[in-house]
């Protein structure tokens, strides 16, 4: 276990206590007044909170028995059903509420918001974008006087706006989530929360000014998972792996399950030469985000520099079966059979990999094997640095940063197996 985990668990423990006995002090508080709304609110939201589900429906039955706030109970009922991830159940209580007659100011944006959500979760990316689509376009808009957008701007509003750059994010719409943002900060309404999503979007678009301004908004802020991944991956970038480390590190404190987070973390691992723990990071990274090509590239490379050449081949080959029209699969995969001296194999992944992209720099690299260039460690360095230069590596940083003397293990005196 990682030791940022490690040493949460205690406090997640005490917290987890700690809202038990609050949950006990407000019942205690409701068998004096059992009318109080108020209360029953907050007994309710706090039996969700520790995930005291049955205390939760009693609280719930009870508000909804009172026959004020109809409205607003029957909500609550989506939310008990979303706090257990009954998606199903829940779905079926908020489609119900589209069609309220007279719903109070901002109930609708809920009901979108939780729905989209719930769009969200199952991976229905297309749905999610689609459902938000007419509510969220153009972007909001505030007066230019405005002192911060999350100032003005109701938690409905912020909710909405995180979940919609989230769901352009995941559904691969880039440049619709850079240019969202980019309207909504120069009408100065974009949430600092939402800017820490949109952060972590133009990062993946390449749009580097925009990620760290996006970033340093959010964390100017308050603390922000996604603005925290990003600044870490601009830290790999600028090769500075024991501020990525650090930065990767605060992201897992907030999200301990997060992919892209543990990612960043192993480029890290990688960067300095950790092999051993960037293979458990990358390992942990692959269970939460099994899709992400740039990941088992980056275990790949580990992998090679251990000289487990079995295992980095299937991580080249997992990524292939992602997308077989990427270039650095087709050289990664080149390289590792170059290694294990399956010549014909490994020319034919180059010069696919070729095909798709002329300056592909691991086919270039396995051809460079295959010909007899890379003789020893410094030959090896020097090839990576003709190469690589300062093309990017996965997150950040430079190829050639990753194949250090010291960490290849492909001198001389290396003879992987042939097959």
């Keep these: 276990m990682n030791e940022t985990a490690a040493s949460a668990q205690p406090t997640a423990s005490s917290k987890g206590s700690a809202v038990r ?11 004096e007044d059992p009318q109080n709304q108020a209360l029953l609110i907050d007994a309710f939201e706090t039996a969700l909170r520790c995930g005291e589900w049955s205390r939760a429906q009693f609280h ?6 009172l026959q004020t706030e109809a409205l607003a109970w029957q909500l609550r009922e989506g939310d008990y059903w979303l706090a257990q991830r009954n998606h199903a159940q829940a779905r079926l209580v908020l ?26 979760r199952g991976g229905n990316f297309v749905d999610c974008v689609t459902r938000l689509a007419a509510r969220m376009t153009p972007a909001p808009a505030s007066g230019p006087g405005a002192a911060s957008a999350s100032e003005a701007m109701g938690a409905a509003e912020s909710a909405l706006q995180q ?50 301004r996006w970033s340093a908004l959010a964390l100017s802020g308050g603390q ?9 991956s601009i830290a790999l970038a600028a090769r500075d792996a024991g501020r990525a480390r650090q930065l990767a590190d605060a992201a897992l404190q907030i999200n301990p399950g997060d992919g892209r ?3 960043a973390r192993a480029f890290a691992q990688l960067l300095a030469g950790a092999l051993p723990a960037a293979r458990d990071d990358f390992s942990r990274a692959l269970q939460a985000m099994p899709e992400h090509i740039g990941t088992w590239h980056g275990q790949g490379w580990t992998q090679l520099l251990q000289k487990d050449f079995a295992a980095a081949q299937a991580s080249f080959e997992t990524a292939l079966s992602l997308d077989r029209n990427f270039a650095e699969s087709h050289g990664g995969l080149a390289v590792v059979l170059a290694l294990r001296q399956q010549a014909h194999a490994a020319q034919e992944h ?44 996965p ?15 492909f001198d001389a005196k290396t003879q992987p197996p042939a097959d």
């Design 163 to 212: 979940l919609w750059l989230r769901a352009l994010h995941h559904a691969g719409e880039l440049e619709r989530a850079c240019a969202w943002a980019s309207s909504a900060e120069q009408a100065h309404s974009l949430d600092s929360q939402a800017a820490g999503v949109a952060s972590l979007a133009a990062l993946d678009a390449g749009q580097m000014e925009m990620a760290q």
């Design 350 to 393: 180059i010069e696919r990999a070729l095909r798709l992209d002329s300056s592909n720099l691991s086919g270039r690299y396995a051809q460079a094997l295959l010909n007899g260039e890379v003789k020893d460690s410094q030959t090896l360095q020097r090839l990576a640095k003709r190469l690589l230069g300062n093309r990017a590596a």
């Design 60 to 65: 719930l039955r009870h508000g909804q028995a």
């Design 95 to 120: 489609e119900a509420l589209l069609d309220s007659p007279n719903p109070p100011p901002g109930f609708a944006d809920v009901v979108l918001h939780n729905l989209a959500y719930i769009d969200l």
């Design 395 to 409: 997150l950040g940083g430079q190829m050639a940063d990753l194949i250090a003397p010291g960490t290849d293990g």
């Design 224 to 232: 922000s998972m996604e603005a925290l991944v990003t600044q870490a």
């Design 21 to 31: 006995q609050r949950l006990d002090r407000l019942e205690g508080y409701l068998r």
């Design 261 to 263: 987070a543990w990612s």
